[in-house]
């Protein structure tokens, strides 16, 4: 029997060894560097990035362990600056009495602020301790590059079904620390359906198991867990979704671009995946709105009323039956004509206007309400368009007299902006005409 049953499953099944460890191949398989690394024992600072349970603080001890390196423990939550000295200090301590190299591991790193980073980045250098950081968030977003710059960050991924199975197994298997004492009886499409609700989560995976066990023996079905425990262990399970984290900007950005690249299915699965991890649906209705006038635009201008109109249904009726608007919307968008031609066109003209600064209006252009500002030339020789032929004042002038005449507007040859750009055209060749060219 493990003496340690008070220990959570997740936390007694924790791999040992490099043989132990399930996942992450890419860093792990063999003659991969952070492999050869830790067989090695060959120490260097480094960063690991990745989902919840994937192995970052398992690989950090395993670390320490085949480098028979001191092994201390911060977490960024809890710990303040007098922490960082503390385990300084220890640290040194221990090179003093053995000449053993510390590791200190910093749990959820990303949590640190400026100066906390900054308090022990000179221990970094100096080589008093070994900094391994844990972070679920973007290093590159989140640690000071003085930090980074000292650091090899691995990018661990989350676990797949296979990978889970094979963990649930392990640990239903494992006389010594898991569950094989018990005799667990889990039929293997159950044990299948725990790794899908892990969604990645080696720890959530061991999580499910352990309380799906203890459910079953608290409603006397001894060891065998059947498909209504599961059910009732698995209910309400949430996917990974970190409102404002990497997580959040990688599925929005999925989301827009299969919008662009015409692609509905794809669309409705990424809306899904967002409203599903718990995402604002009206966070996400403004970025639909925000699609509809960037890609679509004036190639089919009802995008944007549709998408407003989605945002109005989704706000009086709420979730989850205004999420069907959106989801018309998002199909809608992916299957209209695209063009970024008056995003281009806009970003371009807001460039100029920053570049020339502010240029004066001319005079023609001008209102000229009172009788000073007729006698100053305001309004002057301003030709009215509809007392022209066509309703085109052919050859006038529009911008300031400082600048050139500058083309924006290039519309694509697709949708309604087929028509506008022969309009356009039609229009361009009136003002040559006229101007003589």
Not at 157 to 181: N, S, T, V, Y
Not at 397 to 411: G, K, L, Q, S
Request: aromatic share 8%.
């Amino acid at each position: 029997m493990n003496d340690d049953r008070h220990r959570p499953l997740a936390d007694r099944m924790r791999p040992r060894s490099l043989d132990e460890f399930i996942g992450q191949a890419h860093l792990l398989g063999p003659g991969k560097p952070l492999r050869v690394a830790l067989e090695q024992g060959r120490l260097h600072s480094m960063v690991f990035w990745g989902p919840p349970g994937t192995g970052k603080t398992t690989l950090a001890r395993l670390f320490a362990r085949t480098a028979n390196a001191e092994f201390r423990t911060l977490s960024a939550v809890l710990a303040g600056v007098k922490d960082i000295r503390a385990a300084v200090d220890a640290a040194r301590r221990q090179r003093e009495i053995d000449g053993r190299q510390t590791i200190l591991f910093v749990d959820e790193v990303h949590r640190f602020n400026k100066a906390q980073q900054d308090a022990f980045l000179p221990f970094v250098e100096d080589g008093t301790v070994l900094f391994v950081g844990a972070t679920t968030e973007n290093p590159s977003f989140e640690l000071n590059n003085a930090l980074l710059s000292r650091a090899r960050t691995y990018v661990l991924k989350a676990l797949d079904a296979g990978a889970l199975r094979a963990i649930i197994d392990q640990a239903l298997e494992d006389r010594e620390r898991g569950l094989g004492d018990r005799g667990i009886e889990l039929a293997p499409e159950l044990r299948d359906r725990i790794a899908r609700a892990a969604d990645g989560d080696a720890r959530r995976a061991l999580n499910l198991l352990e309380i799906a066990a203890d459910l079953a023996e608290a409603e006397g079905q001894g060891a065998r867990i059947d498909e209504a425990v599961v059910n009732e262990v698995i209910a309400g399970g949430v996917r990974r979704f970190d409102k404002g984290g990497e997580a959040f900007y990688d599925q929005i950005s999925a989301l827009h671009k299969s919008v662009r690249g015409s692609s509905p299915d794809a669309a409705l699965y990424w809306l899904a995946r967002m409203l599903d991890g718990g995402c604002d649906p009206l966070y996400l209705a403004r970025r639909i709105v925000r699609m509809a006038s960037e890609d679509i635009g004036n190639a089919d201008p009802r995008a944007l009323s549709l998408c407003l109109d989605a945002w109005d249904a989704q706000a009086r009726l709420g979730s989850p039956e205004g999420e069907l608007a959106l989801a018309q919307a998002v199909v809608y968008l992916a299957c209209a004509p695209k063009s970024n031609a008056v995003y281009s066109a806009f970003k371009a003209a807001s460039a100029d206007a920053r570049r020339y600064g502010s240029l004066e209006v001319p005079l023609h252009l001008r209102n000229a309400p009172t009788r000073l500002m007729k006698e100053l030339g305001y309004g002057h020789r301003y030709r009215y368009a509809h007392d022209e032929p066509g309703g085109y004042a052919a050859g006038e002038r529009y911008f300031p007299e400082e600048m050139p005449e500058t083309r924006y507007y290039e519309p694509v040859d697709r949708g309604l902006e087929q028509k506008i750009r022969a309009k356009l055209e039609r229009l361009r060749a009136l003002d040559r005409k006229a101007r003589g060219e």
